[in-house]
């Protein structure tokens, strides 16, 4: 069946990088765009970044533009998120989804469990 | 872009139903808005596609026909029919807008469903 993992969340301090993966089986990862969203503890849903199946679009949310990177490695399944200059607000958990990406616009229909990234000092 | 907006909470007995709204801002009116539930501690999962017609293509994995939608003007309602305890969770519904090259994603805030 459909599957994203994601990993690499942990405590990072104000300023420094981290970056997150997501690996994707149960389906012909080439063939969807993948998303990231994320929720602040307590919060509710942000969307991210998205990137398009062979990475020719890639948009960011206004908040993380300039210091968020997605990028995608098709061979290896797997959806990365690059983070620089990480600031308090940014803690969340950041979920890892798979769009559907068309004409008609985009839903994300699998999900993964999350990994928690917390910025402090 | 579009700004979709829920009211906080609601509640229903077991067996009852109950319909969460979500709606978009004016100059919006046909757009389509995705439903997803999230139970705590959990991601969240796709529940279904709402469009001026009605629901688009089909339900998400697992997702019982006891869950509907429709819309209304700036309305998109998302109708739980025979409330089971597990259908207790966090209801999002959210949309996109890609014009001229550029993509945003939007979510509204969120409507707490509490089974009685």
């Known amino acids: 069946q459909v599957q994203v993992v994601e990993s690499g969340g942990g405590v990072v301090q104000p300023g420094r990088s981290l970056t997150l993966s997501c690996a994707a089986s149960g389906f012909v990862f080439g063939d969807y765009a993948m998303t990231w969203v994320r929720q602040a503890p307590g919060k509710g849903l942000e969307w991210v970044a998205i990137i398009s199946d062979h990475e020719i679009n890639r948009y960011y949310a206004d908040s993380v533009k300039g210091r968020f990177t997605i990028s995608r490695d098709n061979y290896r399944n797997t959806l990365y998120l690059q983070m620089t200059d990480l600031r308090p607000e940014d803690s969340a958990v950041f979920y890892c989804?798979?769009?559907?990406?068309?004409?008609?616009?985009?839903?994300?229909?699998?999900w993964g469990q999350g990994t928690l990234v917390t910025v402090s000092s | 872009q579009p700004v979709l907006t829920q009211a906080p909470s609601a509640a229903a007995s077991p067996g009852a139903s109950v319909t969460l709204t979500c709606t978009l801002s004016s100059d919006h009116s046909n757009y389509r808005v995705d439903w997803y539930q999230q139970r705590p501690g959990k991601g969240p999962r796709f529940v279904m596609r709402?469009?001026?017609?009605?629901?688009?293509?089909s339900r998400g994995h697992d997702i019982p026909d006891r869950f509907s939608v429709l819309a209304s003007g700036l309305n998109r309602y998302l109708t739980i029919n025979n409330i089971q305890e597990d259908d207790e969770a966090d209801y999002y519904c959210?949309?996109?807008?890609?014009?001229?090259?550029?993509?945003?994603?939007?979510f509204g805030g969120g409507t707490r469903l509490t089974v009685l």
């Open positions: 709402v469009g001026t017609g009605g629901i688009v293509e």
């Open positions: 959210g949309a996109d807008h890609g014009r001229g090259g550029s993509f945003v994603a939007v």
């Open positions: 989804a798979r769009a559907v990406w068309d004409s008609h616009g985009s839903y994300f229909d699998h």
